[in-house]
């Protein structure tokens, strides 16, 4: 049984129901995110935990504000008509509720029983209702726990094979980047992927460069650097040897040593952007890929950023799937086509020993 908190209530999951006329079932208007999370024990005093759950929370609240799901008020921006603090305290208390040690916790906020286009017409001419705030709506506030996917040891030491998707991502998309409730061609993508005994599927953009799988981000490792592609956010912050320039919050934190290194060794090579414009990226900043980035500057590794093609997959010593619910996992194999040598390599077993000791620290509060 899942636990479930419904706008402000918590609720046996039999009797928690959405209205025929919430835009989530109406149209697919809504965000959401995935966490991994658990009841608690005494070290940290019976509180439920969640990992990494500032991030998750801000970049749910960064994508309903870009598609116009948020509300922003004097207090800050409020998601649901919650304030980003409570609705923190709520994910944490449906974690204990849920007396799982781990559980994977999702979080929805759908537009609520509004119709979207009378509410845009009616802020847009200044009407009375929107000038007494019909105009901002509260919006459906879901979270549910549940048990945590157990992934086998032999996936995480041998590591999984991958499939290349089908269906093409754009970067003129304006949902791309983001986690909405269009998720029915992933699911697709990922069913077909399962029918040939693979455990994702890649995913590349409409100019054949990879975007990352259908629920995951990609890092790849080559000659002892990792690569990976640039990330909604990112663009235009990156410069010609695939380095940060700008840094924003959410980034994960640039090693400077490292970077000086990199750019020193390039040093014949521009290493700036030029002012310009640039198309934004249709893959998701990952919260997981940004702590494996953190990382892998900790343990002496380099990331670049930059657009990767399937040469750089199929050449990669090691390439490595992140997400919030298993962490990093390695690939093995792309469709045929062996990486490295085969199995999951030193690097990414590393990356997925310290992500195990992270959740054990995050029970505690520590992360």
């Known amino acids: 049984m899942s636990e479930v908190y419904l706008n402000g209530r918590f609720l046996d999951e039999r009797e928690a129901t959405l209205s025929v006329a919430d835009a989530g079932l109406q149209h697919g208007v809504g965000v959401f995110e995935t966490l991994l999370g658990g009841c608690g024990d005494a070290g940290n005093g019976e509180q439920g935990w969640a990992m990494l759950l500032d991030e998750h929370v801000q970049r749910l609240a960064m994508a309903a504000h870009t598609l116009g799901l948020a509300t922003l008020s004097d207090d800050g921006m409020s998601l649901g008509g919650m304030q980003l603090s409570g609705l923190s305290q709520a994910i944490r208390e449906t974690a204990r509720r849920s007396g799982l040690t781990r559980c994977r916790l999702r979080l929805t906020l759908t537009g609520g029983e509004v119709n979207l286009l009378r509410r845009a017409q009616g802020v847009q ?29 032999s996936a995480r030491e041998q590591g999984i094979l991958a499939t290349l998707a089908d269906t093409r991502v754009s970067p003129l998309d304006i949902m791309a980047g983001h986690k909405t409730l269009n998720y029915w061609w992933r699911l697709r993508e990922l069913g077909l992927a399962a029918g040939k005994g693979a455990g994702e599927a890649l995913v590349f953009s409409v100019s054949n460069h990879l975007s990352g799988g259908c629920v995951s981000n990609a890092i790849l490792i080559r000659k002892g650097e990792a690569l990976t592609p640039i990330a909604r956010g990112e663009e235009g912050r990156v410069d010609e040897q695939g380095l940060m320039t700008q840094h924003a919050p959410g980034d994960a934190p640039a090693d400077e040593a490292l970077r000086a290194e990199a750019v020193a060794a390039a040093s014949a090579t521009q290493t700036t952007r030029r002012p310009g414009v640039y198309l934004p990226s249709p893959t998701l900043s990952g919260i997981t890929r940004a702590w494996a980035i953190q990382e892998l500057a900790g343990m002496g590794v380099l990331t670049r950023r930059r657009m990767v093609t399937i040469s750089d997959v199929l ?24 990486i490295g040598a085969g199995a999951a390599g030193s690097i990414t077993r590393e990356l997925t020993a310290r992500w195990e000791r992270a959740v054990d620290l995050g029970k505690l509060g520590g992360i």
């Open 125 to 153: 001419s200044g009407s009375q209702g929107a000038a007494s705030g019909a105009g901002a709506f509260a919006g459906t506030v879901l979270i549910v726990a549940s048990p945590a996917t157990q992934y086998p040891q």
């Open 315 to 338: 050449e990669a010593d090691e390439v490595m799937l992140t997400n919030s619910s298993w962490g990093v996992l390695g690939v093995s194999r792309v469709e045929g086509a062996t």
